[in-house]
């Protein structure tokens, strides 16, 4: 199976920071990625799929790159409501998973 | 709109079995993968199965292989999750989520229903 690593696991910011996380695939899943927010006590929302696609109403302040094992999510400049718990998710084979998640929070 | 609603959890002994249900609405049920994530308490997400939208494809993470079912009708818009031979660890939120379409992830979620799995 197709193993996630996320790094860091938490990650200490300020508001207007940019933000870089980064997940690892141990195997080549092309551009099947997807990343997730979730905010204590709330339901995962879909940020990005297909590595780089914004999904539907996400600010632009997000984006996501990569190909292959390598993948990042960058917060081009870090709001007060973007301190939260960030997921990628390989969709690529028939086993799917999810990293361990980097927490986000206030420095 | 999309909506999702999960139900089934509760308290279980270990060995024990319990169904999950999850009832949609809002959306054409019969063309999307479905999915199950769970989340352990304080813990990360792990995806636990999924299935086609026509129910003929199903894949279960590793450790609920054998001990886990999924299942769909399409004709009631809804999924199912049959758990048995529950362990502690297996206590957690469990999830439902659609998978928006052959290149989308899990674009929409339920609220969740929690198993607990206590003697």
């Known amino acids: 199976d197709i193993r996630m690593t996320q790094s860091p696991s938490t990650l200490s910011a300020s508001v207007g920071d940019r933000v870089t996380i980064t997940c690892r695939a141990s195997?080549?899943?092309?551009?099947?990625l997807a990343w997730y927010q979730q905010k204590p006590g709330k339901v995962p929302t879909l940020l990005i799929y297909?590595?780089?696609i914004l999904e539907s109403g996400v600010p632009s302040r997000f984006s996501g790159s990569g190909f292959g094992t390598e993948f990042t999510l960058t917060i081009s400049s870090l709001q007060p409501d973007d301190f939260a718990s960030y997921y990628c998710?390989?969709?690529?084979?028939?086993?799917?998973?999810f990293g361990q998640g980097t927490k986000v929070e206030i420095k | 709109q999309v909506l999702l609603v999960e139900s089934g959890g509760g308290l279980v002994k270990p060995g024990g079995s319990l169904r999950l249900s999850c009832a949609a609405s809002?959306?054409?049920?019969?063309?999307?993968?479905m999915s199950w994530i769970r989340q352990a308490p304080g813990k990360g997400l792990e995806w636990v199965s999924y299935?086609?939208?026509?129910?003929?494809?199903?894949y279960y993470t590793d450790s609920v292989k054998g001990r886990f079912s999924i299942s769909r009708d399409n004709a009631k818009n809804s999924l199912y999750l049959q758990m048995n031979s529950l362990r502690a660890e297996d206590t957690a939120i469990y999830y439902c989520?659609?998978?928006?379409?052959?290149?989308?992830?899990?674009?929409?979620w339920g609220q969740g229903t929690l198993v607990t799995v206590s003697s």
């Open positions: 989520a659609r998978k928006g379409g052959f290149t989308h992830g899990l674009d929409h």
């Open positions: 809002g959306f054409t049920f019969s063309e999307h993968y």
């Open positions: 299935t086609s939208s026509g129910g003929v494809t199903k």
């Open positions: 195997q080549n899943i092309t551009s099947w």
């Open positions: 297909k590595a780089s």
């Open positions: 998710q390989q969709y690529n084979s028939f086993s799917w998973a």
